[in-house]
């Protein structure tokens, strides 16, 4: 027997990739995240707790925005242990949701955050009494400048895993290992347990956190009965999908933080060891900026057999004093 609650207005409108569009290695020129959990396993201990995109009176249309925002409060939690909440309603407005469109893209949602930042839901809540002309409305400019001050501490990147239309499972279990992946495909048609696509289109937008053998798992936007509760469970957002389940669209998002190199009034003088080659640096520097710095004024650092830079054909030749 199939059990079917088709989301007919989930918010998500698919499109495929665009020239702009970061393809993990194919197109995108993103140094990848780093390797969190070995195995895959591990995000679901850093669910923010569930929230619908629905209150008593209205569907948000915003899948997308749920999604994405609820593996990035994941990620600043897992990574740099950094708990916070991310108001969806923030986003409305700035990812063009709309219910006269039927939602937005998932490019549109990630562009949102990554050129606009975060609010926690404390600043700008929605709620079981929030308003459709209240949530789509464009947020106070206060509100829009706490946003935006996120970005002058954190980087946001995004891309996608592969071409969509039918991403392998195989790629997003691989991608579990550094972040949680967000997805698109058909919600929701239930049979023994796991949930199949029916053939059709997708239509909603969610996050996968975890797999279990053949079957990727789902932490949605919508409890199953689709009835509004403000004390639902969060395992009534979990969803099983069928190992045949078509994956769209893949997409998985990261922070960094933004670390700024206090100025001195002095550059330490640097020499290859084995060659009369100088460089001059800052007191700190990363590998890559000092790398870069050394190719821009036609000088070659001294690396390893690796490839890495060789530190130890590297030493401090004394320090100079900068002009004021």
Same mark, same amino acid.
């Given at each position: 027997?199939?059990?079917?609650?088709?989301?007919?207005?989930?918010?998500?409108?698919?499109?495929?990739?665009?020239?702009?569009?970061?393809?993990?290695?194919?197109?995108?020129?993103?140094?990848?995240?780093?390797?969190?959990?070995?195995?895959?396993?591990?995000?679901?201990?850093?669910?923010?707790?569930?929230?619908?995109?629905?209150?008593?009176? %209205?569907?948000?249309?915003?899948?997308?925005?749920?999604?994405?925002?609820?593996?990035?409060?994941?990620?600043?939690?897992?990574?740099?242990?950094?708990?916070?909440?991310?108001?969806?309603?923030?986003?409305?407005?700035?990812?063009?949701?709309?219910?006269?469109?039927?939602?937005?893209?998932?490019?549109?949602?990630?562009?949102?955050?990554?050129?606009?930042?975060?609010?926690?839901?404390?600043?700008?809540?929605?709620?079981?009494?929030?308003?459709?002309?209240?949530?789509?409305?464009?947020?106070?400019?206060?509100?829009?400048?706490?946003?935006?001050?996120?970005?002058?501490?954190?980087?946001?990147?995004?891309?996608?895993? !592969?071409?969509?239309?039918?991403?392998?499972?195989?790629?997003?279990?691989?991608?579990?290992?550094?972040? &949680?992946?967000?997805?698109?495909?058909?919600?929701?048609?239930?049979?023994?347990?796991?949930?199949?696509?029916?053939?059709?289109?997708?239509?909603?937008?969610?996050?996968?956190?975890?797999?279990?053998?053949?079957?990727?798992?789902?932490?949605?936007?919508?409890? %199953?009965?689709?009835?509004?509760?403000? !004390?639902?469970?969060?395992?009534?957002? &979990?969803?099983?999908?069928?190992?045949?389940?078509?994956?769209?669209?893949?997409?998985?998002?990261?922070?960094?933080?933004?670390?700024?190199?206090?100025?001195?009034?002095?550059?330490?003088?640097?020499?290859?060891?084995?060659?009369?080659?100088?460089?001059?640096?800052?007191?700190?520097?990363?590998?890559?900026?000092?790398?870069?710095?050394?190719?821009?004024?036609?000088?070659?650092?001294?690396?390893?057999?690796?490839?890495?830079?060789?530190?130890?054909?590297?030493?401090?030749?004394? &320090?100079?004093?900068?002009?004021?």
């Amino acid at each position: 027997m199939i059990t079917i609650t088709e989301i007919k207005d989930s918010g998500f409108r698919y499109e495929p990739e665009q020239p702009q569009d970061y393809i993990m290695g194919v197109t995108s020129p993103l140094p990848a995240p780093p390797v969190i959990f070995p195995n895959g396993h591990g995000w679901t201990k850093y669910r923010a707790k569930a929230e619908m995109q629905f209150n008593k009176h %209205f569907d948000t249309f915003s899948c997308t925005i749920y999604s994405i925002l609820k593996a990035t409060v994941a990620y600043l939690h897992k990574v740099y242990g950094v708990e916070t909440t991310m108001s969806e309603m923030y986003h409305a407005f700035f990812a063009g949701v709309s219910i006269e469109k039927g939602g937005t893209t998932a490019r549109q949602a990630l562009e949102s955050l990554r050129l606009n930042g975060w609010v926690p839901d404390s600043e700008y809540p929605f709620t079981a009494e929030t308003t459709s002309e209240q949530f789509f409305l464009k947020p106070p400019e206060t509100i829009i400048l706490q946003g935006k001050d996120k970005l002058t501490k954190w980087k946001v990147h995004w891309e996608q895993l !592969d071409v969509s239309g039918n991403v392998p499972h195989s790629k997003i279990k691989e991608a579990l290992k550094r972040t &949680e992946v967000l997805c698109s495909g058909y919600a929701w048609a239930e049979r023994g347990g796991e949930f199949i696509d029916l053939g059709k289109r997708a239509n909603h937008m969610f996050k996968i956190d975890d797999y279990r053998g053949d079957n990727l798992i789902v932490y949605d936007s919508y409890p %199953f009965d689709r009835q509004y509760d403000q !004390d639902s469970e969060d395992v009534e957002f &979990e969803k099983v999908l069928a190992s045949s389940y078509r994956i769209w669209s893949a997409h998985r998002v990261w922070l960094t933080p933004i670390v700024t190199v206090k100025k001195t009034n002095t550059t330490k003088i640097l020499k290859d060891k084995d060659s009369s080659t100088i460089f001059f640096a800052d007191p700190v520097l990363s590998e890559g900026a000092f790398e870069s710095y050394a190719a821009n004024h036609g000088k070659e650092v001294p690396k390893d057999k690796e490839g890495k830079l060789d530190w130890d054909r590297i030493e401090i030749d004394g &320090e100079v004093e900068l002009k004021k």
